[in-house]
């Protein structure tokens, strides 16, 4: 998982690129999905272990191309399952990527820069600051390793809800989600992709005209602009109401429902005021509300509500005719929220 090299590493290659590649090299066009296979399907980790390539074919690819393998710094596996996974991807460089297993999903949680560059008030992934993007083949690394790791599970869904701000990287991150999506590489179908972002207004509209039918999920943590300007300093620049109407837009012109993620908080954006306020702000349009109970991190002062305030929101919003759902906390005992195993490496 190198950040540079002075060859590119294959994974950055679409299925149509590496195809022009063999072409221009002249080698048959069928050994495009033979490399694809070993790479996205059976969990190769260099181009010698591609046992049916012809010998001259794969020194062809040693010598014009890297191929890079996540280097694991640790792993952490809860009670419940979840595995966080702790990436060193340069000099003092670490992501994470989660794996949470249920009875019918598997589903892998990715990061997309090294740091953040958004300093929410509540999440650890900003709090050593924002270091660089992660390429395309960073960011496919993370669910090949993880999907050879936790084996016989299987991979049905990916999040971009890790470290970073996915739209942030918005190029490298559209690349993995076609790479994630293609038949020839890892198939997963375009539904069973959410990418999440704290509301970069430009990059939702540029995403509306991709006409992908992935999930949108927005960071909203607030329904009102004063209190999200406190917990979210983007919306300093992409103020709620902009927003809102944003998301109006897209899901009107995707026809795509979006999905607002709502971390409660208590004593912050959890009272029955919050909810009445987030049902008017969400009304008479095509969304519902993802509600996640905060992962406690410590060193950042911010708690879950108790059980009957989280019921008591949740009914609230069902009660104005807003579809809500609500997130089962996971890894609560192995620092599993986005960035709090990477900061214990600082």
């Known amino acids: 998982m190198s950040q540079a090299s002075r060859k ?18 002249h080698f048959p066009l069928f050994h495009a999905q033979q490399i694809f296979d070993w790479i996205y399907k059976k969990g190769a980790q260099n181009f010698e272990g591609m046992t049916n390539l012809p010998a001259k074919l794969k020194e062809q690819l040693r010598t014009d191309f890297s191929f890079s393998w996540a280097v694991l710094e640790k792993k952490k596996i809860s009670k419940d399952g979840t595995a966080k996974f702790l990436f060193k991807v340069g000099e003092d460089e670490y992501i994470e990527t989660v794996f949470i297993p249920t009875q ?5 949680c990715l990061s997309t820069q090294v740091g953040c560059k958004f300093g929410c008030a509540f999440c650890a992934s900003g709090l050593n600051g924002w270091v660089r993007q992660l390429s395309c083949a960073e960011i496919l690394e993370q ?8 084996f016989p599970h299987t991979l049905t869904h990916i999040v971009f809800m890790g470290v970073g701000e996915p739209f942030d990287n918005y190029d490298n991150v559209l690349k993995a989600i076609y790479r994630i999506n293609a038949k020839e590489a890892l198939e997963v179908a375009a539904r069973r992709i959410t990418v ?10 540029l995403f509306a005209k991709e ?24 919306n ?18 995707t026809n795509r429902q979006v999905t607002f993620e709502y971390v409660l908080m208590k004593n912050v954006n959890a009272s029955l005021k919050d909810a009445q306020n987030l049902a008017r702000l969400l009304k008479g349009f095509l969304s519902k509300v993802n509600l996640i109970i905060y992962n406690k991190n410590d060193s950042l002062g911010f708690y879950p509500p ?23 906390a996971r890894g609560n005992d192995i620092d599993a929220a986005c960035g709090q195993l990477r900061i214990q490496t600082k």
């Open 236 to 253: 300093q620049t992409h103020s709620l109401e902009d927003l809102i109407a944003c998301c109006r837009w897209y899901a009107k012109a």
């Open 306 to 328: 108790d059980k009957e305030e989280i019921l008591a929101f949740k009914q609230a919003l069902e009660q104005k005719g807003i579809p809500v759902t609500l997130r089962t």
């Open 143 to 150: 669910i090949l390793f993880v999907k050879k790791d936790v």
């Open 104 to 108: 019918k999903r598997g589903t892998i």
């Open 8 to 25: 590119p590493d294959i994974k950055e290659f679409s299925f149509p690129d590496l195809q022009s590649y063999l072409q221009e090299k």
């Open 196 to 205: 999440s972002t704290c509301g970069l207004i430009p990059q939702i509209k």
């Open 211 to 234: 006409l992908l039918q992935v999930e949108l999920a927005i960071s909203l943590h607030a329904s009102n602009s004063a209190l999200r300007s406190k917990l979210m300093p983007v």
